[in-house]
């Protein structure tokens, strides 16, 4: 009895992290498992805009990728399939999105609860090493930007229940070129982050199975997957991973995923929490407690984070094409860059509200010089792409793109 509680708690533990919150429903009708070809998309198609990024370009040393859907730097190395299982997931979490959420009042398919919609400013260091200096940390500057701090899950729950806190950052006014010059936003610099070091399904192929065996067949079917393949260390990674926080303005957030800084550079990126007070646990955890936290936090105290960078020292031991794999701290410290601040500010609002959820954030939304790389990321820049037109799309809204 013991053992099946066990294993139902890690069954769950694995269905509600990060954006493997996929894993929740079953959708019997839906064919198309690894293996088979992918599902056709839906009516959206996320374009022309990934054809730009196919250009040979000889700072990157870029090559002409499969099928010239994008180019990859020399940093990366696409296995065979990968497009397939992109648009395979693609269409199922369209599919499931269109089955969780009536049209008019479709959410986020990943973090959709949001626990703030907080406006901020991105300070740029004026000591910076000279190989970072590049991109928005060329110049000291201080930028506008807003922040959206999410929940994992993907179902809404009350913050009783542990789990991962997402920080995404979408700074404002930045100037230059485009890691994706059509369509994509103009004149942001976005910086997504977790509250853990790693994506332990840190592979396209691990993410796209743990998305289709765990819609198509059920969370445990994924699971029982991972322990036969020998992968057991995943799910306990999944499991450590959720927690009950003081405040998302207490913890320490990481990129998990790798980028480029200027043309010869890999980095991750973290933030590491600076504020002078921190929050307490409640004594009872109520269904918004991070939230009220955050309140009174905000209502008297400004909040701040160091926006640090970590260059990768050797492609083995730190990996561009395995989320999963934590970058030694020892072996490359992180460095700090930028100062995030968060004035003292009233948020609980419906403006704010709403502009959480009209915001998009993806790596994608970047400066050429901090263009995503790496499986997970290829990924995410098409995936959020198409969910998040779809998204708006079935809420009658128009993608925006904040200015101020
Ligand atoms: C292939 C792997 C992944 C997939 C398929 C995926 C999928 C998604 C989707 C569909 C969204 C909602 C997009 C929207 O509607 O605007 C999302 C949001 C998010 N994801 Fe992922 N994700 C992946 C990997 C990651 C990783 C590695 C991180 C680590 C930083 C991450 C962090 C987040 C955060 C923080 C959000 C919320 C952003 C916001 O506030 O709008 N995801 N993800």
Known sequence: MKKNRGMILIALALASFACAEVITTKEADFRSGPGTEGKQRGKLKA????????????????????????????????????D????????????????????????????????????????????????????????PQTYPAWIRISSASGKIQSDKAKDLRGFAIKIMGVKGERFQRQNGEKATQDFILISYPIMP?????????????????????????????????????????????????????????????????VVKYSLVPTSHIKSALPLKLTDDYLTENMEKHLAVHEASFDFMIQVQKDPNRM???????????????????????????????????????DLSFSPAHSLIEHRPIGGINRARVEIYRYLSEFRHKQNNKQLMEPRK
């Not at 022309?48 to 499969?66: G, H, L, P, T």
């Not at 990943?110 to 626990?115: V, Y």
């Not at 794999?325 to 860059?337: L, M």
Request: charged share 30%; proline share 6%; aromatic share 10%.
């Open 319 to 357: 990996p561009v094409e395995d989320a999963g794999v934590e970058w030694s701290e020892k072996e490359s410290p992180f460095i700090k860059v930028a100062s995030l601040r968060i004035p003292s500010q009233a948020f609980r609002t419906r403006e704010r509200e709403e502009l959480a959820e």
């Open 84 to 139: 397939r299982l992109i648009k395979d997931m693609e269409a199922i979490l369209q599919e499931k999105m269109s089955k969780d959420y009536p049209a008019g009042q479709t959410k986020r398919d990943a973090h959709p609860k949001s626990l703030a919609c907080l406006q901020a400013e991105f300070i740029v260091e004026p000591d910076i090493p000279a190989e970072l200096k590049v991109g928005i940390f060329e110049f």
């Open 47 to 82: 374009g022309d805009e990934f054809a730009q990024n196919d250009k040979s370009d000889e700072r990157y040393n870029v090559q002409i990728s499969d099928g010239g859907l994008r180019g990859v730097t020399k940093f990366e190395n696409i296995p065979d399939d990968e």
């Open 201 to 265: 399904l840190g592979t396209v192929k691990l993410f796209h199975d743990a998305v289709y065996y765990s819609i198509e067949w059920s969370p445990l079917v994924f699971f029982s997957r991972l322990v036969v393949s020998g992968n057991f260390h995943i799910i306990n990674e999944l499991r450590k991973a959720r927690q009950n926080q003081t405040s998302p303005l207490d913890i320490r957030y990481w990129s998990t995923t790798p980028y480029i800084c200027g043309t010869d550079h």
